[in-house]
Nanobody, 115 residues
């Protein structure tokens, strides 16, 4: 089993920055994928950014050039640096972890961007 603990959400003005962190603990192997998803009110959950254990990254078009995902392999922690935040980035952000077809989700952290 893997447990995910998120931190770093909050309220910020448009144009501001936030950094999310997600620490994974439990039985963790070298090959895995970590990601951030988000879900705004009355919308489906969507992928924000993903990073593989190789370091390969994938980003949603809507956040290209503004957000950056990174990971500390030794700490089993993934980060999401969010810059130039917009009101439409307001959502609950969820950490995601996958290994050997097993998927795990964090509890979610609220990000609110005021205009």
């Amino acid at each position: 089993q893997v447990e995910l603990v998120e931190s770093g959400g909050g309220l910020v003005q448009a144009g501001g920055s936030l950094r999310l962190a997600c620490a994974a603990s439990g039985i963790i192997f070298g090959f895995n994928t970590m990601a951030w998803y988000r879900q705004a009110p009355e919308k489906q959950r969507e992928l924000v950014a993903m990073i593989a254990s190789s370091g390969a990254t994938t980003y949603a078009d809507s956040i290209q050039g503004r957000f950056a995902i990174s990971r500390d392999v030794a700490k089993n922690t993934v980060y999401l640096q969010m810059n130039s935040l917009r009101p439409e980035d307001t959502a609950v952000y969820y950490c995601y972890f996958q290994q050997f077809r097993q998927q795990y989700w964090g509890q979610g952290t609220q990000v609110t961007v005021s205009s």
